[in-house]
């Protein structure tokens, strides 16, 4: 490339040399033109015209020669330039060609003007392949950066020193990353000389970046996604970084968390414990395990917490991570679990039946409930344990029998039998022996039910009496014996029958004989859809016919009963060969038991109901409150509502029973018990007497204020009674004192505990004077 260089110039007192020089001729000429005037004059003028030509050519000579010399050191301080200016380009190209960049020069066409060895190595094409090229011309930018390089181009353009990162073809079609450096070299005028570019291959960070950020991606998913919370903390318990479940869990934000310490978000005695564990795993350099409650915004919840440090790359740990596994479901499934085997354990315990636990195989009792050891008069369990059932039989099962049985066990998985059974005091009852294959932790049981059935057996035996008595009367009204053939065509026919059935049908023997379906006339209309089921399914398999039924005899509805065998002949009839007897009255005896067995049921409901009742006051009594409290606890836990009981009594009614007499004292209990049951407005609601003159009233799903108003209608209710009571000191009418407990129950807590605190309540009403109401204060 030509250099263009400006005009030499040397300066005289800052005065340019040629001038100096044209000066110095003009005074020799002017100084010449003065001596030629003044030689004729022989005057001092032409001696000085002389001194001043002299010194003018002195002051050339002087001149001259500076300027010569001044040409000299010029030349040699140019050859000088020349050979640094050489060696600086040797380096400068030796540089280029050993730097790890590739070096580019585009020319004012932007075409490449020189590719580097480098730019080989790095993007695969020699140099006498592109040069001459735009970068356009060939397949060397990516697509999709052409936008960001053509910004760079125009931002260099500028005259700016620009840098560009963007992705690059290699000649074999892969695609590199690289970062450009680009400086550009522009006239005066701002048009492109040339452009300097270097590039530097970063294909390999990008894909150490790319597969960094793929790493803490695929970590950050993980921690995001995790069902359990968890964190890393440097060494001063400041947060590093939580996940997504661990912020929700304490409803809050990542950011607001980060930065933060435990005892910015959780109790101190949490803060305290956790500190502890994570000092040893820091110091131990283990992983901890530690089980943690918290109270968060939603409740309590039970962590089984994981600590551990996270070590440098010298061993040393830096931060400790946690990990929080919300263990509650299974805390209070293990609760649930409990109550279950408490549950369990009371019906089990509590059955009104016998219950033994066997082995199958060796058919040995290895357990049972106390009912059983109260219904066989055992002194305890342990005579009952390890013994074969049969032995408390009046008559045992014989092998082949208990072989029977397993079977049918095996097979259906259920087997029932009454049997007669021996206490261990001898006295002999009935029982419905049952029993259920059952399989507990992979281990087959058979669960024995034994069901005291004596009085049953004996209404049962009461029933045969009747029946043997009714068989008396069968037999000396004999029965109908007969043979009736159903015909292809559908017609029955009666083929032999005896006398007896003219008394039971009502139809003399010969009109039956001779007329065909005559006796489906007789039946009952509501009885001969299922007759006719009955026999074509007799007919269709050839199984014995059992059936009853009623018919309509001009004596009246009488109810029938028949057995028959069937037989197929030859010629396609199916006859049975059967009996038939009227068993109206027996069919009226199983009414009347049914019936029997209905008021039965009556009395027992009407028995509960007075079990549960004071006989005194009419009103629910203690045990019914009891039963009742127990229910509602359970049920108000499941829908987290709250439960509240007032507890009151009488003001001094040990003066009122003096005073008055005890039969009056009891006609103020009923109409204080009647008065406040009748402002019960709920089915749930129960007013029970807890003992003596005091009551209890249950009002379920009733807040606090509530139960405050009630209490305030039942004093506004025993007032208006304007029951007198002169011997009271605090009023002259009966008047009652009451306590107030309202809680939401947990079966964490027994409902005795609200019992505990309303009679406590009670006690303050007392002891503030009596006549009012207190609510319980913790």
């Known amino acids: 490339?030509?250099?263009?260089?400006?005009?030499?110039?040397?300066?005289?007192?800052?005065?340019?040399?040629?001038?100096?020089?044209?000066?110095?001729?003009?005074?020799?000429?002017?100084?010449?033109?003065?001596?030629?005037?003044?030689?004729?004059?022989?005057?001092?003028?032409?001696?000085?015209?002389?001194?001043?030509?002299?010194?003018?050519?002195?002051?050339?000579?002087?001149?001259?020669?500076?300027?010569?010399?001044?040409?000299?050191?010029?030349?040699?301080?140019?050859?000088?330039?020349?050979?640094?200016?050489?060696?600086?380009?040797?380096?400068?190209?030796?540089?280029?060609?050993?730097?790890?960049?590739?070096?580019?020069?585009?020319?004012?066409?932007?075409?490449?003007?020189?590719?580097?060895?480098?730019?080989?190595?790095?993007?695969?094409?020699?140099?006498?392949?592109?040069?001459?090229?735009?970068?356009?011309?060939?397949?060397?930018?990516?697509?999709?950066?052409?936008?960001?390089?053509?910004?760079?181009?125009?931002?260099?353009?500028?005259?700016?020193?620009?840098?560009?990162?963007?992705?690059?073809?290699?000649?074999?079609?892969?695609?590199?990353?690289?970062?450009?450096?680009?400086?550009?070299?522009?006239?005066?005028?701002?048009?492109?000389?040339?452009?300097?570019?270097?590039?530097?291959?970063?294909?390999?960070?990008?894909?150490?970046?790319?597969?960094?950020?793929?790493?803490?991606?695929?970590?950050?998913?993980?921690?995001?996604?995790?069902?359990?919370?968890?964190?890393?903390?440097?060494?001063?318990?400041?947060?590093?970084?939580?996940?997504?479940?661990?912020?929700?869990?304490?409803?809050?934000?990542?950011?607001?968390?980060?930065?933060?310490?435990?005892?910015?978000?959780?109790?101190?005695?949490?803060?305290?414990?956790?500190?502890?564990?994570?000092?040893?795993?820091?110091?131990?350099?283990?992983?901890?395990?530690?089980?943690?409650?918290?109270?968060?915004?939603?409740?309590?919840?039970?962590?089984?917490?994981?600590?551990?440090?996270?070590?440098?790359?010298?061993?040393?740990?830096?931060?400790?991570?946690?990990?929080?596994?919300?263990?509650?479901?299974?805390?209070?499934?293990?609760?649930?679990?409990?109550?279950?085997?408490?549950?369990?354990?009371?019906?089990?315990?509590?059955?009104?039946?016998?219950?033994?636990?066997?082995?199958?195989?060796?058919?040995?009792?290895?357990?049972?409930?106390?009912?059983?050891?109260?219904?066989?008069?055992?002194?305890?369990?342990?005579?009952?344990?390890?013994?074969?059932?049969?032995?408390?039989?009046?008559?045992?099962?014989?092998?082949?029998?208990?072989?029977?049985?397993?079977?049918?066990?095996?097979?259906?998985?259920?087997?029932?039998?009454?049997?007669?059974?021996?206490?261990?005091?001898?006295?002999?009852?009935?029982?419905?022996?049952?029993?259920?294959?059952?399989t507990v932790a992979g281990k087959k049981i058979n669960l024995v039910r034994v069901t005291d059935i004596s009085d049953r057996k004996k209404m049962e035996a009461i029933l045969k009496e009747s029946e043997a008595r009714f068989q008396k009367i069968a037999i000396a009204s004999p029965e109908v014996i007969y043979i009736t053939v159903r015909q292809p065509d559908g017609t029955t026919i009666f083929e032999y029958a005896n006398v007896a059935i003219e008394e039971l049908l009502g139809i003399s023997l010969d009109d039956l004989m001779s007329t065909p379906n005559i006796h489906y006339e007789m039946f009952h209309p509501d009885d001969l859809h299922t007759f006719e089921q009955e026999l074509a399914h007799s007919m269709a398999t050839l199984q014995i016919f059992r059936h009853e039924w009623r018919i309509i005899t001009p004596q009246g509805i009488k109810w029938v009963k028949s057995q028959a065998r069937p037989e197929r002949r030859e010629n396609g009839d199916v006859a049975w060969y059967g009996f038939a007897i009227d068993i109206s009255e027996r069919k009226q005896t199983e009414i009347a038991l049914v019936e029997a067995e209905a008021n039965l049921r009556k009395i027992n409901q009407e028995l509960e109901r007075l079990i549960n009742l004071d006989g005194l006051t009419q009103i629910a009594n203690r045990r019914c409150f009891n039963d009742r409290i127990v229910l509602e606890w359970q049920r108000l836990h499941r829908e987290q509502q709250p439960l509240s009981l007032l507890m009151f009594d009488v003001d001094y009614f040990k003066r009122y029973n003096d005073l008055y007499g005890h039969q009056i004292g009891d006609e103020c209990l009923i109409k204080i018990a009647q008065a406040v049951n009748h402002l019960m407005r709920r089915p749930a609601d129960l007013v029970a007497r807890y003992g003596g003159e005091e009551f209890i009233v249950i009002l379920p799903n009733t807040h606090i204020s509530g139960a405050i108003a009630v209490a305030d209608r039942i004093h506004e209710a025993i007032k208006n009674l304007q029951i007198p009571h002169q011997d009271s000191i605090v009023s002259n009418i009966v008047s009652i004192s009451m306590g107030i407990a309202c809680d939401i129950p947990n079966l964490e807590r027994s409902p005795y505990v609200l019992i505990n605190q309303v009679d406590h309540a009670l006690y303050e009403a007392k002891q503030q004077g009596r006549n009012r109401s207190v609510l319980f204060a913790a």
């Open 1 to 438: 490339m030509s250099v263009n260089r400006q005009p030499q110039r040397y300066y005289f007192r800052n005065i340019p040399l040629q001038w100096v020089m044209l000066l110095t001729f003009i005074v020799q000429v002017i100084a010449t033109i003065g001596l030629i005037k003044t030689l004729s004059n022989q005057s001092w003028t032409g001696l000085i015209y002389g001194i001043v030509i002299v010194l003018s050519i002195a002051f050339s000579f002087l001149l001259t020669r500076s300027l010569n010399q001044s040409i000299v050191d010029c030349t040699r301080a140019e050859s000088q330039s020349e050979l640094a200016l050489k060696q600086a380009l040797s380096q400068l190209n030796y540089l280029i060609e050993n730097s790890p960049l590739a070096t580019i020069r585009w020319n004012q066409e932007f075409r490449v003007e020189y590719w580097s060895k480098q730019a080989e190595e790095i993007f695969g094409w020699k140099a006498e392949e592109v040069l001459g090229k735009t970068m356009y011309e060939w397949r060397f930018i990516f697509e999709k950066d052409l936008e960001l390089v053509n910004r760079a181009v125009d931002k260099s353009l500028g005259g700016n020193y620009t840098t560009c990162e963007n992705r690059n073809y290699h000649k074999d079609g892969s695609v590199i990353y690289c970062v450009w450096y680009n400086s550009t070299l522009i006239d005066e005028s701002g048009n492109l000389i040339s452009m300097l570019s270097l590039a530097q291959d970063v294909s390999d960070r990008k894909r150490t970046e790319q597969a960094l950020r793929y790493s803490e991606n695929q970590l950050r998913t993980f921690l995001d996604n995790a069902p359990t919370p968890m964190t890393i903390k440097d060494l001063e318990g400041k947060y590093l970084s939580v996940n997504q479940e661990f912020a929700y869990s304490l409803q809050i934000s990542e950011a607001e968390i980060l930065g933060k310490k435990d005892y910015d978000l959780f109790p101190a005695e949490n803060v305290k414990n956790i500190h502890t564990w994570e000092m040893q795993a820091i110091f131990e350099g283990i992983a901890v395990n530690f089980e943690e409650t918290v109270e968060l915004l939603d409740g309590l919840h039970t962590f089984l917490v994981t600590k551990f440090p996270l070590m440098d790359a010298q061993e040393k740990p830096y931060a400790v991570a946690g990990i929080y596994l919300d263990i509650s479901d299974r805390k209070r499934a293990e609760m649930m679990l409990v109550y279950q085997r408490d549950l369990q354990d009371g019906i089990y315990n509590g059955s009104a039946d016998a219950i033994f636990l066997v082995d199958p195989l060796s058919i040995l009792t290895f357990d049972c409930n106390q009912r059983a050891v109260a219904m066989f008069e055992a002194s305890s369990k342990q005579e009952l344990i390890g013994i074969e059932g049969r032995t408390l039989q009046k008559r045992a099962f014989t092998e082949e029998e208990l072989d029977v049985i397993s079977d049918q066990i095996e097979t259906f998985g259920i087997w029932s039998l009454e049997v007669e059974y021996i206490t261990k005091k001898g006295k002999v009852f009935w029982g419905n022996l049952a029993v259920k294959r059952i």
